[in-house]
């Protein structure tokens, strides 16, 4: 209906690929539908402030589809619409961008506002990654993201995390900048943390760990999906893996009742993934 998931796609790449043209629109979309309140509530709050008002159909946008290099849709079944309606250029489907049932973004109309923001999120980083695939754009080296699926699960996915970056000589980050982890929890996990600044890295690079190390935020964000879904989150996710691969630790995919978008958002922009369940 273009009046959720791919309203906020389009925002989101068009926050982070400036040089390019985006355009959404939706298989069933009537022209002038207004957005769903809970999407303008989430593109507010993650800084969204580029967002359209109103849906376009295909016929309204037809000549802009027709010409453009490549089409993202967010279920299988929308690509036959698509190629149906005249479209012969790449397709790509976030239903199975990752092998991951979990990733595919479920349409949040009539949702409460907590998994709106799930499936949103999910939007937000598959998009992020499916444009970086098409330009050819990924990091120096290979990023792995340990996703804990709830909250109990932490500490076995820090212990693999940890055991991941070992087996690969990679750098270890805590990539919740929401929850950054405890100096407690760190230490029984056998590690010491540095703790950074995402502003001192891109301006003086990333300081060298040993294997027993794991980075460290220095400080909570309220709004940590401000920062994944921005360019200056992949410059740092470029400047750590300029000369390693890097393991993150992700927030967990639920937090006691709550679900969280975060994991999805950083998940999206590894070139690997494990979801770690106890």
Known sequence: MNQARSPLAEAVLKKNFPEHDFY????????GTPLLKEVIKVANEWGLDNLKKQSESLIQIKEKLLNSDCVIVAENGHAQIIRDFGYKGEIVSCESLLPDYMFTPRDPEGMPIDKARRELGKVAGLSLRAVLNVLN??????????????????PLALETAHLESIERGAVLLDADLRAPLEKSDIENAGLSPVYFDIDEILEFGIPRIGMNQILVHCRELDAPEKLYLSSKWRKFLDKCTEETELVMLTAPRYAKTRSLPDSFIVAALADEFLVISS
């Open 24 to 31: 959404s629109t939706g298989v069933t979309a009537i022209s």
């Open 137 to 154: 754009l990924h990091s120096k080296n290979k990023i792995l993201s340990v996703t804990p699926n709830g909250s109990s699960d932490v």
